[in-house]
Structures are given as structure tokens and as C-alpha cells.
């Protein structure tokens, strides 16, 4: 069943409820440009807002969830433990500067940021303990291929609801995503148009001219349509309501197939394996 709606959700494996679209804020500067996206995004009909603590603009982000006047429970909000602070009780306190931040007395999501080594694992004990604690709705992880997670399962009490990789056309992550389904575990994308690398396809400029769209709302049509939670970034307000305009039509099977064979296992972001910070 693909969505309809920029408000319609899909269901975590907890049972709740969280919006297939969202709005994600990485490299949004803190102040008036973190704001002036939120709060426009929320007034366009945006409900999900992704950030995280190494992004720096949790109080922006904030303030605007808080003046748009949107009741707190229709909004889905996400943030991230950062690298530096992975480790159980490091964890806890991220978890609560970050509440701090953001103005909240509860989050939708709180997620992994990246697999520190030696770390992630008492990491996720913390996130179970907010879980258990009815401090967040879900927790998850960013960044794990299939033996992170394998690892983190092996002790883990509580499944994560969401793993949020790096997922575009040419990076379709098949293997990952079908041990993510096979687990309950759901797919969610980060850097959907390929940090803007992927707006100048020639094949998929053709397959959006047929429905009069953009390459940026084929390829997040793209994302729906594989069952995908998807955050596209923009600070633009035209940009953020054009995202959004992509519930009016439906690429066919054969303009998936020839999206889904672009695909070049290539990263734009860092590799799980091998990172550095």
C-alpha cells in the first residue's frame, strides 16, 4: 500500500505510527535558517522532523516545532546520540541535553548516529533504558549494515523500529533492506538525492518530463513507492513544498525498474566500516 498523503505513516514494530515523509535538517544552520525550514516545512503540512545532536541546530528546530503551533503529538521528531557520546551513561546525558534543546518532554525516535566500535552496544542498552523509561516512542540506529546489526541483536532486548542509511538510486541497498524487513526493522534513507548529485540524470530527467515532475520528486517518488521512509533536506521554501508535491502521481513498474537499474553500490557518505569521527 503506498501512501497517499504527506501525513500518512507507516507502523514500527512497536505500533507506532510515524510519518513515511519528513523533512531532515542536517547541514541546517542553527538560528534563522534552521527555523525558518522547520516552521515552514510544519505549516506546509510537514509532520516528521529529522535532526540530531552533531547537527547543532536542536534549538532551532525546537522553537520552531514549539511556535507552529502544531499539537505536540501530531508531530514526529527525531534526534541522534552523537559518536563522542556513545557509552551508557554518556548516552543518558546526550539523550538529555538533546531533550533539553529540542524543548521536549518526550522524542518519537532516538537513534544510534553512527556504529562506534567497542561502543554501539552499551549505547543501545541506554536507548532501551529511555524506551522502557517512556522517555522515547521508538529507538534505532543509523548507519549499520547487516553485521551491526546482527551484532547489536545477538543481546538486544528491544528491536530497533528503523535503520536510517544512506539510500539513493545508485546506492539501493537490496541486501540491507531485505534483512531490515526479514527483522521488523524499518528502511529509512538518508541523503535521498544523493546530496544533489542525482538531480542531473539524464534517465531519470526523461522518466519525470512523462509526468511533468522533477528529478527530485521522481526519485523521492522512488523512495515511497520501495516502501521507504525518506527525509529529504532543503532550506527553501519553494524546494521544501516541491519535495512534498509528490502524492499525485505513481511511477510505473517499468520506470521503477529502470530507476532500481541505476544502481552502482556508490556512496556519497562515509562507509559504516570506515569512518572517522
Known amino acids: 500500500m503506498t501512501i497517499a498523503h504527506l501525513q ?23 538560528g534563522d535558517e534552521a527555523y525558518n525550514a522547520v516552521k515552514h516545512a510544519i505549516t506546509h503540512g510537514y509532520r516528521a522532523i529529522d535532526t540530531a545532536a552533531a547537527y547543532k541546530n536542536e534549538e532551532s528546530v525546537g522553537q520552531a516545532i514549539k511556535d507552529s503551533g502544531v ?39 532516538y537513534l544510534i548516529h553512527w556504529p562506534v566500535a567497542g561502543k554501539y552496544k552499551d549505547t543501545w542498552k541506554a536507548l532501551e533504558k529511555l524506551y522502557v523509561d517512556g522517555k522515547v516512542r521508538a529507538i534505532g540506529v543509523c548507519n549499520f549494515h547487516i553485521h551491526h546489526l546482527e551484532d547489536l541483536l545477538a543481546d538486544a532486548t528491544v528491536v530497533p523500529a528503523v535503520n536510517q542509511v ?56 522512488w523512495h515511497i513507492q520501495q516502501g521507504a521512509i525518506t527525509i529529504p533536506k532543503s532550506v527553501t521554501p519553494s524546494r521544501i513544498e516541491e519535495n512534498a508535491d509528490i502524492f499525485d502521481f505513481e511511477l ?26
Open 8 to 30: 500518512d505513516t507507516v507502523t514500527l514494530n512497536n505500533g507506532v505510527k510515524m510519518p513515511q515523509f519528513g523533512l531532515g535538517v542536517w547541514k541546517v544552520k542553527e
Open 71 to 109: 499539537p505536540r503529538e501530531e508531530l514526529f521528531i527525531t534526534t541522534k546520540v552523537w559518536n563522542s557520546d556513545q557509552g551508557y551513561e554518556s548516552t543518558l546525558r546526550a539523550f538529555d541535553e538533546s531533550l533539553s534543546k529540542l524543548g521536549l518532554d518526550y522524542l518519537d525516535l
Open 166 to 221: 544512506e539510500f539513493h538510486p545508485q546506492l539501493s541497498q537490496e541486501p540491507l533492506r531485505a534483512f531490515c524487513k526479514a527483522q521488523g526493522i524499518l528502511f529509512e534513507g538518508w541523503s535521498p538525492l544523493g546530496n544533489g548529485k542525482l538531480l542531473d540524470n539524464t534517465t531519470i530527467q526523461v522518466i519525470a518530463d512523462k509526468y511533468n515532475k522533477s528529478v527530485a520528486q521522481v526519485i523521492l517518488r
Open 252 to 277: 510505473t513498474v517499468m520506470d521503477m525498474d529502470t530507476i532500481n537499474g541505476l544502481n552502482k553500490n556508490e556512496r556519497f557518505g562515509a562507509d559504516p566500516d570506515n569512518f572517522n569521527f
